[in-house]
């Protein structure tokens, strides 16, 4: 048979930083806001994300872009739109499995059907954790601000589930 894998063998090959590896994930959530001082809107949304993450010690940093399909209602008008976004986070770790973030992503196009289309900028955070390890849960809030939207302010709380894969050369 096999010979055991020695201790020093299995802590060569285990990934010494978990969070340092590449997702791809689906995301749900929910979006309120204001287009003006007047007008609400509110409506939820779906996507797509991906992205990598890199761990130095407790700190987590990283890129990502997403694609969100948004469903909303003003003033009793359903409007749809589309949002891709480019971004980055950084956190540290609550504990091995957990990890806190922050991050700000440029919404490099809103496209609203039959309005056109405007870029902004999303600030928020969110909390992310290991459910195994290569599949992770986070739930995260983003306050969005647009262009060419006069104090359009748009708040999101989304639920991602992603899944995790390992980059050679980026893993030990």
């Given at each position: ?28 959530g929910v979006t ?5 001082p007047i007008f ?80 902004g900028l999303k ?50």
């Amino acid at each position: 048979g096999k010979a055991p894998v020695s201790r020093a063998e299995a802590e060569r090959i285990a990934p010494v930083n978990p969070w340092t590896s590449c997702y791809v994930g689906a995301s749900i959530g929910v979006t309120a806001g204001v287009m003006d001082p007047i007008f609400g809107l509110d409506g939820y949304q779906y996507g797509a994300a991906g992205g990598c993450d890199l761990q130095i010690d407790r700190i987590v940093l990283g890129g990502r872009v997403s694609y969100d399909w948004k469903k909303v209602e003003v003033v009793g008008t359903h409007i749809d739109a589309t949002a891709l976004a480019l971004g980055g986070r950084g956190g540290f770790l609550l504990n091995q499995w957990t990890l806190f973030y922050g991050a700000v992503d440029h919404i490099q196009k809103l496209k609203i059907d039959g309005l056109g289309d405007t870029s902004g900028l999303k600030v928020g955070g969110g909390l992310e954790t290991m459910l195994r390890p290569d599949v992770t849960l986070a739930l995260e809030y983003g306050r969005a601000t647009y262009d060419d939207i006069a104090d359009a302010r748009e708040h999101t709380f989304v639920a991602r589930l992603a899944y995790r894969f390992a980059v050679p050369g980026l893993n030990r």
